[in-house]
Nanobody
Framework: VQLQASGGGSVQAGGSLRLSCAASGIIFNINRMGWHRQAPGKQRELVAFITSDGSTNYADSVKGRFTISRDNAKNTVYLQMNSLEPEDTAVYYC?????????WGQGTQVTVSS
């Protein structure tokens, strides 16, 4: 599985960004796809994921502000991020879980200024 992430950038607090993650290669049996993030000096943490049947899960810190969705025809997952806060500044990584094996995409930087 290869993952290509895009959509990061710099915004002011209160702004929005949308991240995309396109999967290619051996993509059948991908159970879930999602996003993690890692801020400087902190551990990587889960942001959100979506399962193959469309169920979603969010970190408490982003509930109500971020929305994860998927386009199965394009094998792409999206993360719509609204009401961004400086605390959301991090490198965001796309993850695909195929059976029990995780695949990571390259990170994309999100910077939110106050």
């Amino acid at each position: 599985v290869q993952l290509q992430a895009s959509g990061g950038g710099s915004v002011q607090a209160g702004g929005s960004l949308r991240l995309s993650c396109a999967a290619s290669g051996i993509i059948f049996n991908i159970n879930r796809m999602g996003w993690h993030r890692q801020a400087p000096g902190k551990q990587r943490e889960l942001v959100a994921f979506i399962t193959s049947d469309g169920s979603t899960n969010y970190a408490d810190s982003v509930k109500g502000r971020f929305t994860i969705s998927r386009d199965n025809a394009k094998n792409t997952v999206y993360l719509q991020m609204n009401s961004l806060e400086p605390e959301d500044t991090a490198v965001y990584y796309c993850l695909a879980l195929r059976v029990f094996t995780p695949y990571w995409g390259q990170g994309t930087q999100v910077t939110v200024s106050s």
